[in-house]
């Protein structure tokens, strides 16, 4: 297979708002455990918004962006054995760890305090080609996209949350905070095992509220123009849901649904705060005796389980991609993505390459 020695890739050249540019840079070279693929598509994530903003602290620049990718191996470093070039594949998004820890020693390797990040801290998938490690890289069954397969970290990490941090049951009642993207892929998880659920938002996404009904949820709340309150404990005859997914990262969200938690409750916390130190009910907390748990990004034990998930059709491809650019027209699809009106846009990265559609 012919790969080029160079390639198109947005680059953040520098700290600071903007920065961005597509460039052409050299394609990377394999050696040992590393893979190379070509990219399909990369989905856009709110940690590029905030680095395209100059608000992400952890990214190094120069950079090359993008973490949530699928694609097709066409190279692998002398060390690899368990992918060749041709297979269609996703990959996590670690690409280096320093594998010592206690952390690295039980595969959490989200907890590395020395990992590197693709698309954080090594070069990222919006580009023609992207570099990876054996380790990350899981092939896709035949049923599964690429389009579908570019969303599998952050459905991944929605099964760190969901299946690692606070598993719930088809006897669960749920309610899950936000209708982006992380909060529509909870709900899915959570349809598909047969929890009651309960998707709550904002005016401003009416849209995807309605998406919300649409994938399942069995009851949808615009907390500006409806009382959350009263519907969620009408829903749970008093007592309060079994659990809270926050998707959103909104103080106010947060402390508004800490009281509709059933006494003893767990209250997940999946989206970020804007604030490292936010006013929170801690007076419910205590007195409910409510479980409050972090959760942080994905590891290898939440894969197959997404993949899986993508695998039996329990993921609504269509429901949640919504635009897709090329990579000529990225600006164009951070624009969308910021404005807003969009669920899941998408990068594709080769689209001329119909192999890779």
């Not at 050249?13 to 990219?39: F, T």
């Not at 995807?208 to 959350?228: F, H, M, N, S, Y």
């Not at 990262?249 to 804007?274: D, H, I, M, R, W």
Request: charge should be negative.
């Amino acid at each position: 297979m012919d790969i080029p020695t160079k390639m198109k890739a947005v680059v953040k050249s520098e700290a600071g708002y903007d920065n961005m540019s597509l460039q052409e840079i050299p394609v990377p070279e394999v050696k040992g455990k590393q893979v190379l693929m070509k990219v399909a598509y990369t989905g856009i994530c709110g940690t590029d918004i905030h680095t395209f903003k100059g608000e992400y602290a952890n990214a190094v620049t120069p950079l090359v962006l993008g973490h949530e990718f699928s694609g097709k191996v066409v190279a692998v470093g002398d060390e690899v054995t368990k992918v060749k070039p041709g297979d269609r594949v996703t990959s996590e998004t670690t690409f280096d760890t320093c594998g010592e820890c206690v952390y690295c020693k039980n595969k959490e390797y989200n907890l590395c305090e020395n990992r590197s990040g693709i698309g954080t801290k090594a070069n990222g998938s919006m580009a023609n080609y992207v570099l990876t490690r054996e380790e990350s890289v899981h092939v896709l069954p035949d049923n599964v996209s690429y389009k579908l397969a570019a969303m599998s970290e952050p459905l991944a990490s929605c099964v760190h949350a969901m299946y690692q941090k606070t598993p719930f049951t088809l006897h669960d009642t749920v309610l899950i905070i936000g209708p982006g993207p992380m909060g529509l892929l909870s709900l899915q998880i959570a349809k598909e095992i047969g929890a009651f659920t309960i998707v709550s938002g904002i005016t401003k996404d009416s849209d995807r509220l309605e998406i919300a009904k649409e994938l399942g949820a069995d009851i949808v709340v615009d907390t500006q123009k409806e009382d959350l309150a009263k519907i969620v404990m009408e829903a749970t005859n008093g007592v309060g849901v079994t659990k809270v997914y926050d998707c959103s990262g909104a103080t106010p969200a947060v402390n508004a649904a800490l009281p509709l938690l059933k006494k003893g409750g767990t209250f997940q916390q999946v989206g970020l705060f804007a604030k490292p130190l936010n006013e929170l009910d801690e007076r419910t907390i205590i007195q409910h005796e409510i479980t409050y748990v972090g959760s942080r990004s994905q590891n290898p034990y939440d894969w197959p389980i997404a993949i899986h998930l993508e695998a039996k059709g329990a993921i609504n491809e269509d429901k949640m991609v919504t635009k897709v650019f090329d990579l000529d027209h990225w600006r164009e699809a951070f624009e969308a993505m910021m404005a807003g009106k969009e669920l899941k846009v998408l990068i594709a990265s080769n689209p001329d390459d119909k192999t890779l559609n």
